[in-house]
């Protein structure tokens, strides 16, 4: 268990709709980054957020979207939801920024499937 | 950008050693990291290493040559529990980690 928890656990949606994923990261984390694994592949970085600021962003277009809160809990938001978006989206925090500190807590993840 | 090889898939018994080899291209490197993820699971923390050389954790061991961009994760003393895939992943920058694509890692009895 790592404590950070991402809810919900299944999701089903069709093409068009928007998404909101949802992270609480471990108690005392201040950066929570949001990845995207497709199934057989590793985890891709979609962006990180820093005490409630986005510190980095991976190749995904602008329709992916987040937000941190005071609290350092987070979200992923997903907007025109096309068929490819269907994925695991896994969630990892960790206590600062990666060049300090490099071990990320995951969470289990939101399995969405896009229809 | 970056790119990572690691095998698809090992099958060993219990009790053998297994080695999975990583080899990466990058424009930046931070350092060389591995995670454990079981069907349906979190990605979990394994080794990091950022300098060259041998880590040793239990278990689990995880060896970084820079100069050869190739690192490898060596599991002994294989377990049943230890079935499951396997990610290297380097760290370019300071706020990514990109992952290779996972070695499935089979024990048998």
């Known amino acids: 268990e790592t404590g950070v928890t991402q809810s919900p656990t299944h999701l089903i949606k069709t093409r068009g709709q928007q998404v909101t994923l949802r992270c609480s990261s471990q108690?005392?984390?201040?950066?929570v980054s949001w990845y995207q694994q497709a199934l057989g592949q590793g985890p891709q970085f979609i962006f990180q957020?820093?005490?409630?600021?986005?510190?980095g962003r991976g190749n995904f277009p602008p329709r992916f979207s987040g937000l941190q809160f005071p609290n350092y809990s987070s979200e992923l938001n997903v907007n025109a939801l096309e068929l490819d978006d269907s994925a695991l989206y896994l969630c990892?925090?960790?206590?600062?920024?990666?060049?300090?500190?490099?071990?990320?807590?995951f969470g289990s993840g939101t399995q969405l499937s896009v229809l | 950008g970056q790119s990572l090889e690691q095998p698809s898939e090992v099958t060993a018994v219990e009790g053998a050693i297994v080695q999975i080899n990583c080899t990466y291209q990058?424009?930046?490197?931070?350092?060389l990291s591995w995670y454990q993820q079981h069907d349906g699971g979190a990605p979990t923390f394994l080794s990091y290493?950022?300098?060259?050389g041998l880590e040793e954790t239990g278990r689990f061991s995880s060896f970084l040559s820079r100069s050869d961009s190739y690192g490898y994760l060596l599991l002994q003393e294989l377990q049943m529990k230890d079935s499951a895939s396997y990610f290297c992943?380097?760290?370019?920058?300071?706020?990514?980690?990109?992952f290779g694509a996972g070695t499935t890692v089979t024990v048998r009895a």
């Open positions: 990058t424009s930046g490197f931070y350092g």
């Open positions: 108690s005392g984390h201040n950066t």
């Open positions: 290493n950022a300098l060259d």
């Open positions: 990892a925090s960790s206590r600062d920024r990666a060049g300090t500190n490099e071990k990320l807590f």
């Open positions: 992943a380097v760290r370019p920058n300071d706020y990514k980690l990109s």
């Open positions: 957020y820093y005490r409630e600021e986005e510190n």
